[in-house]
């Protein structure tokens, strides 16, 4: 207990997994947190100042189960190991404590173990550190600058940028983080650590001065083995400070163990595609509405064989690119494999059975790995070869794309060396763990051989020596034997036991014990097989722990080429499952070019169409969007849609509104990505932020309502779109009184146009907008074409030029199922609504509507109103009347409704 709390004390903060023999064990407070949160016993055991102390534990062999569990739950743990056998303690005293200390902390953005990581997700540790600058105060919303770094210590992908506290909420959704760091000022932010818990990490305060930027950038160029960063770009002092509190924290919770840290990627304003945190959810890029990936963008193009290559597909797909030339240079990767489709399942079948090469090298760098590591990188080798193969035989017969032929430079030829050692070293299906032995494979080492074969045929080794012994002594009946106290014996009985006791075989045969019926001797030889029995298992799992730490020692020789060969290996699977989506989905190449132009045919929602097809639903109906055309190029839309900057969608609830608007942003962010899109052609010119604000959900936590949401995201939009931004907007103002809403939405629409010049989707039920469409020049109306029939109306899904007359709202709610008297009550206030609007300055419309007392049930169907006009209607016949009888029938009935106004 003096040891623990020792231990203990030097970490307050984190649960302590204290480790006796095959449990760790976890005391007093420690205990009972951990027994609430992982359901198991609490019990206890001895006393501490006369209590007694709260004990619980888990065994070793479940560790990471357990381990996972409390991660999952927000907790740090400090994993407290032996440091010494049992037996050399027992040297300094019979009551010797065991020598133990704190191994690592876990940490939820420091996690390397394949149990307690997602294979297809990153794990990202992030630090922020706001730049000094002369205004202070709140960061969120200004223009105040933050450096970010950001490493996934399982892979040692690293990524460092900076942006403004206006666009940090969309980057820490971006790059979904384990774990944050930021000082203790920054994390006082309400709304900073908000959103550090919307986007799935644990916020963790860090002292001030570790960030320091001269620290940094010397911890950094260890790292990276260089004495000069000019190599990776310039970086900004804000920049290193943030990624020495990084590093040095790394440091802190792996106890001075290095990570490996895979060169820098800049990620800042300019090179990516800015997509804010309330678009990224609207739109459901990674995650849908219920935080599943099932539903998501990502879910649905995800087509990758490798964990790697999944990664590297949610990194561009959070992280769109915004240059033209680096886009269409992946463009013509993915097409070079869409083309060659022998080629590119050759490949994908190659690296279906790679293992994570990435995650296995940190592990072993971090000493966390085992054998199964060794073999996986092996493994990983061979399919890095097997791919270069392929690809070499291609590069001979045509030319590649530069994206291509790079991957190709990258993984030809390397880790040939390593192949072979870890091929000849390892059997093929070893063990977990290394501490159990068994996973050399027979012949690499010939002192293991002998050992092994001590330690596994010791019952034949002895046969053959009592064999030779009972030829050199001529006694048949000699036989060894074996038994605990004396261990390996020779026995005769009585009678033959002479001749071993008389030179010349008294030399070799030594006399041990004599029994009633038998004697017992001893050889030199027997005891020192019987030695060397005796210890062979233990020599064996020795010389396997130097063979395993000689493996891992080559393979930290070659953890840059390693790393390298996993980068471009993910990048290969990546690109290949893009060649497959696009090949397997009827997926077209965009045309990316630096114009205004943003004009698609025959475009898809990717999500809605997978769902209806794995729902063998009917086709999903496509549609075109033309916002705007690149220079010189001439023309009025399609054939059945104009060519405008901004457009007034109008239709029904259940139309296909949301659907249409957000599968155009989808397809912008699938094109920037580099990926072809769902379309029959699409021709995009850059953009440099997708705003997208479709839906509606308060948020109680911060005292919103759900129009003041609908408000601040609205605003956002206004004031941070440009004239290369693509926005869409659904039903802005619906969530306040008609005349206000109406005022907000005309009077937002106007600014898009005159100020911002952004192109517009603008979906609404107000159809006093589309009258902007005659005022403002770059304003069209496009509505969703429905059909009626038999009071019932029939969505085509399909967009048409000009303007919805009615919102068919009543139909929409008979469809949901509302009861028939509040439909049939709604018709008749809907018609006395609209009677007043026609005549306004009148009575209201209500007055002489008493509550539900013109309701009728469906069954019961009656005609008010004008008996006259009634009986004229019930006297035509319509199949019987010529044109001109029925024009002549339709003047009549009118006459008849002036004469005698309904009652």
Same mark, same amino acid.
């Given at each position: 207990?003096?040891?623990?709390?020792?231990?203990?004390?030097?970490?307050?903060?984190?649960?302590?997994?204290?480790?006796?023999?095959?449990?760790?064990?976890?005391?007093?407070?420690?205990?009972?947190?951990?027994?609430?949160?992982?359901?198991?016993?609490?019990?206890?055991?001895?006393?501490?100042?006369?209590?007694?102390?709260?004990?619980?534990?888990?065994?070793?062999?479940?560790?990471?189960?357990?381990?996972?569990?409390?991660?999952?739950?927000?907790?740090?743990?400090?994993?407290?190991?032996?440091?010494?056998?049992?037996?050399?303690?027992?040297?300094?005293?019979?009551?010797?404590?065991?020598?133990?200390?704190?191994?690592?902390?876990?940490?939820?953005?420091?996690?390397?173990?394949?149990?307690?990581?997602?294979?297809?997700?990153?794990?990202?540790?992030?630090?922020?550190?706001?730049?000094?600058?002369?205004?202070?105060?709140?960061?969120?919303?200004?223009?105040?600058?933050?450096?970010?770094?950001?490493?996934?210590?399982?892979?040692?992908?690293?990524?460092?940028?900076?942006?403004?506290?206006?666009?940090?909420?969309?980057?820490?959704?971006?790059?979904?983080?384990?774990?944050?760091?930021?000082?203790?000022?920054?994390?006082?932010?309400?709304?900073?650590?908000?959103?550090?818990?919307?986007? %799935? =990490?644990? $916020?963790?305060?860090?002292? #001030?001065?570790?960030?320091?930027? @001269? &620290?940094?950038? *010397?911890?950094?160029? /260890? +790292?990276?083995?260089?004495?000069?960063?000019?190599?990776?770009?310039?970086?900004?002092?804000?920049?290193?400070?943030?990624?020495?509190?990084?590093?040095?924290?790394?440091?802190?919770?792996?106890?001075?163990?290095?990570?490996?840290?895979?060169?820098?990627?800049?990620?800042?304003?300019?090179?990516?595609?800015?997509?804010?945190?309330?678009?990224?959810?609207?739109?459901?890029?990674?995650?849908?509405?219920?935080?599943?990936?099932?539903?998501?963008?990502?879910?649905?193009?995800?087509?990758?064989?490798? %964990? =790697?290559? $999944?990664?590297?597909?949610? #990194?561009?797909?959070?992280?769109? @690119? &915004?240059?033209? *030339?680096?886009?269409? /240079? +992946?463009?013509?990767?993915?097409?070079?494999?869409?083309?060659?489709?022998?080629?590119?399942?050759?490949?994908?079948?190659?690296?279906?059975?790679?293992?994570?090469?990435?995650?296995?090298?940190?592990?072993?760098?971090?000493?966390?790995?085992?054998?199964?590591?060794?073999?996986?990188?092996?493994?990983?080798?061979?399919?890095?070869?097997?791919?270069?193969?392929?690809?070499?035989?291609?590069?001979?017969?045509?030319?590649?794309?530069?994206?291509?032929?790079?991957?190709?430079?990258?993984?030809?030829?390397?880790?040939?060396?390593?192949?072979?050692?870890?091929?000849?070293?390892?059997?093929?299906?070893?063990?977990?763990?290394?501490?159990?032995?068994?996973?050399?494979?027979?012949?690499?080492?010939?002192?293991?051989?002998?050992?092994?074969?001590?330690?596994?045929?010791?019952?034949?080794?002895?046969?053959?020596?009592?064999?030779?012994?009972?030829?050199?002594?001529?006694?048949?009946?000699?036989?060894?034997?074996?038994?605990?106290?004396?261990?390996?014996?020779?026995?005769?009985?009585?009678?033959?036991?002479?001749?071993?006791?008389?030179?010349?075989?008294?030399?070799?045969?030594?006399?041990?014990?004599?029994?009633?019926?038998?004697?017992?001797?001893?050889?030199?030889?027997?005891?020192?097989?019987?030695?060397?029995?005796?210890?062979?298992?233990?020599?064996?799992?020795?010389?396997?722990?130097?063979?395993?730490?000689?493996?891992?020692?080559?393979?930290?020789?070659?953890?840059?080429?390693?790393?390298?060969?996993?980068?471009?290996?993910?990048?290969?699977?990546?690109?290949?499952?893009?060649?497959?989506?696009?090949?397997?989905?009827?997926?077209?190449?965009?045309?990316?070019?630096?114009?205004?132009?943003?004009?698609?045919?025959?475009?898809?929602?990717?999500?809605?169409?997978?769902?209806?097809?794995?729902?063998?639903?009917?086709?999903?109906?496509?549609?075109?969007?033309?916002?705007?055309?690149?220079?010189?190029?001439?023309?009025?839309?399609?054939?059945?849609?104009?060519?405008?900057?901004?457009?007034?969608?109008?239709?029904?609830?259940?139309?296909?509104?949301?659907?249409?608007?957000?599968?155009?942003?989808?397809?912008?962010?699938?094109?920037?990505?580099?990926?072809?899109?769902?379309?029959?052609?699409?021709?995009?010119?850059?953009?440099?932020?997708?705003?997208?604000?479709?839906?509606?959900?308060?948020?109680?936590?911060?005292?919103?309502?759900?129009?003041?949401?609908?408000?601040?995201?609205?605003?956002?939009?206004?004031?941070?779109?440009?004239?290369?931004?693509?926005?869409?907007?659904?039903?802005?103002?619906?969530?306040?009184?008609?005349?206000?809403?109406?005022?907000?939405?005309?009077?937002?629409?106007?600014?898009?146009?005159?100020?911002?010049?952004?192109?517009?989707?603008?979906?609404?039920?107000?159809?006093?907008?589309?009258?902007?469409?005659?005022?403002?020049?770059?304003?069209?109306?496009?509505?969703?074409?429905?059909?009626?029939?038999?009071?019932?109306?029939?969505?085509?899904?399909?967009?048409?030029?000009?303007?919805?007359?009615?919102?068919?709202?009543?139909?929409?709610?008979?469809?949901?199922?509302?009861?028939?008297?509040?439909?049939?009550?709604?018709?008749?206030?809907?018609?006395?609504?609209?009677?007043?609007?026609?005549?306004?300055?009148?009575?209201?419309?209500?007055?002489?509507?008493?509550?539900?007392?013109?309701?009728?049930?469906?069954?019961?169907?009656?005609?008010?109103?004008?008996?006259?006009?009634?009986?004229?209607?019930?006297?035509?016949?319509?199949?019987?009347?010529?044109?001109?009888?029925?024009?002549?029938?339709?003047?009549?009935?009118?006459?008849?409704?002036?004469?005698?106004?309904?009652?």
């Amino acid at each position: 207990m003096a040891q623990f709390l020792e231990i203990k004390a030097a970490n307050p903060d984190s649960i302590l997994w204290y480790r006796m023999g095959d449990f760790y064990e976890l005391f007093f407070d420690d205990a009972v947190v951990a027994s609430q949160a992982l359901g198991i016993v609490l019990t206890k055991r001895g006393k501490h100042l006369g209590q007694d102390i709260p004990m619980c534990g888990v065994p070793i062999h479940r560790a990471d189960e357990y381990l996972q569990r409390l991660i999952r739950r927000g907790f740090r743990v400090a994993v407290c190991e032996q440091l010494e056998d049992p037996a050399e303690a027992k040297k300094r005293g019979s009551k010797s404590v065991v020598r133990r200390d704190v191994v690592r902390l876990v940490t939820p953005g420091t996690l390397t173990e394949e149990t307690l990581l997602d294979a297809r997700s990153r794990n990202y540790l992030t630090a922020l550190f706001r730049a000094p600058g002369p205004a202070e105060g709140p960061l969120l919303g200004t223009e105040a600058t933050v450096a970010i770094a950001s490493l996934d210590i399982s892979t040692g992908e690293f990524e460092v940028g900076e942006t403004n506290g206006r666009d940090l909420p969309g980057e820490l959704v971006r790059l979904a983080p384990g774990e944050v760091l930021a000082g203790d000022a920054l994390l006082a932010e309400a709304d900073l650590k908000a959103w550090i818990g919307r986007a %799935g =990490a644990a $916020a963790t305060p860090v002292p #001030a001065a570790s960030f320091d930027s @001269l &620290s940094g950038e *010397r911890e950094l160029k /260890a +790292r990276l083995g260089v004495a000069d960063l000019g190599a990776f770009g310039g970086f900004s002092r804000p920049e290193l400070a943030a990624i020495g509190a990084l590093l040095r924290y790394v440091d802190l919770t792996q106890i001075g163990k290095k990570p490996v840290v895979r060169a820098p990627r800049r990620m800042g304003a300019g090179a990516t595609l800015i997509i804010d945190a309330a678009s990224r959810s609207s739109l459901e890029l990674v995650r849908s509405t219920s935080g599943e990936k099932a539903g998501s963008l990502l879910d649905a193009i995800d087509c990758t064989v490798t %964990g =790697a290559g $999944a990664r590297e597909l949610a #990194a561009r797909l959070a992280a769109p @690119l &915004s240059d033209a *030339r680096a886009i269409e /240079a +992946r463009l013509d990767a993915v097409a070079f494999f869409v083309e060659d489709e022998r080629l590119r399942e050759m490949l994908r079948a190659a690296l279906k059975g790679a293992p994570d090469l990435a995650r296995a090298v940190s592990r072993l760098a971090f000493g966390r790995g085992g054998p199964r590591d060794l073999v996986g990188i092996a493994q990983g080798l061979e399919a890095a070869h097997a791919a270069a193969t392929l690809l070499g035989a291609k590069a001979r017969a045509v030319g590649f794309p530069d994206d291509i032929a790079r991957l190709l430079q990258r993984i030809d030829g390397k880790g040939a060396d390593l192949l072979a050692l870890l091929s000849a070293a390892l059997v093929d299906e070893p063990p977990h763990l290394k501490r159990d032995g068994g996973f050399v494979r027979a012949g690499f080492r010939a002192s293991l051989d002998e050992a092994q074969k001590l330690r596994d045929d010791s019952r034949r080794v002895m046969a053959e020596l009592e064999a030779r012994y009972i030829e050199l002594s001529g006694v048949k009946t000699l036989k060894i034997r074996h038994n605990n106290i004396l261990g390996y014996f020779i026995e005769v009985t009585q009678a033959n036991a002479k001749p071993l006791t008389e030179l010349p075989l008294s030399d070799t045969f030594r006399h041990r014990q004599t029994m009633a019926n038998a004697v017992r001797f001893t050889t030199l030889e027997l005891s020192d097989i019987e030695g060397r029995i005796a210890s062979a298992a233990d020599r064996a799992l020795a010389i396997e722990q130097e063979i395993f730490s000689e493996l891992a020692s080559a393979v930290a020789s070659e953890e840059r080429t390693l790393t390298d060969i996993a980068a471009a290996l993910a990048e290969l699977d990546h690109t290949t499952a893009l060649a497959h989506l696009a090949h397997n989905e009827r997926y077209v190449r965009p045309r990316i070019d630096d114009g205004p132009a943003f004009e698609i045919q025959g475009g898809r929602h990717p999500v809605v169409e997978q769902a209806l097809k794995n729902a063998r639903g009917g086709p999903f109906v496509a549609n075109d969007c033309c916002l705007g055309r690149s220079e010189g190029e001439a023309g009025q839309g399609t054939d059945d849609v104009p060519d405008a900057r901004i457009w007034l969608v109008t239709g029904p609830n259940m139309a296909g509104k949301s659907t249409f608007l957000r599968q155009n942003a989808l397809i912008a962010i699938l094109a920037q990505m580099g990926s072809f899109v769902p379309a029959a052609e699409a021709h995009i010119g850059i953009v440099d932020r997708v705003f997208s604000r479709v839906g509606a959900a308060d948020d109680l936590a911060r005292g919103r309502s759900t129009f003041m949401v609908e408000m601040v995201e609205t605003a956002a939009i206004l004031n941070q779109a440009t004239a290369r931004s693509l926005i869409i907007l659904d039903e802005i103002g619906r969530g306040t009184a008609t005349f206000d809403g109406l005022s907000i939405a005309w009077a937002a629409v106007e600014f898009l146009h005159e100020q911002t010049r952004a192109r517009v989707l603008f979906a609404t039920h107000y159809h006093e907008l589309t009258a902007l469409a005659g005022r403002l020049a770059a304003v069209a109306n496009v509505t969703m074409d429905v059909k009626e029939w038999q009071d019932d109306i029939v969505f085509l899904h399909r967009v048409k030029a000009g303007a919805a007359d009615r919102s068919y709202g009543i139909q929409v709610a008979k469809l949901a199922g509302l009861p028939a008297p509040v439909i049939a009550r709604a018709r008749e206030v809907l018609a006395l609504l609209e009677k007043s609007d026609r005549r306004r300055g009148q009575s209201g419309p209500l007055d002489d509507l008493p509550l539900f007392a013109a309701a009728r049930p469906a069954s019961e169907p009656q005609r008010a109103g004008n008996a006259a006009l009634n009986a004229a209607l019930d006297a035509l016949n319509p199949d019987e009347l010529s044109p001109k009888a029925a024009l002549d029938a339709l003047y009549r009935l009118k006459q008849i409704r002036a004469d005698e106004p309904q009652k």
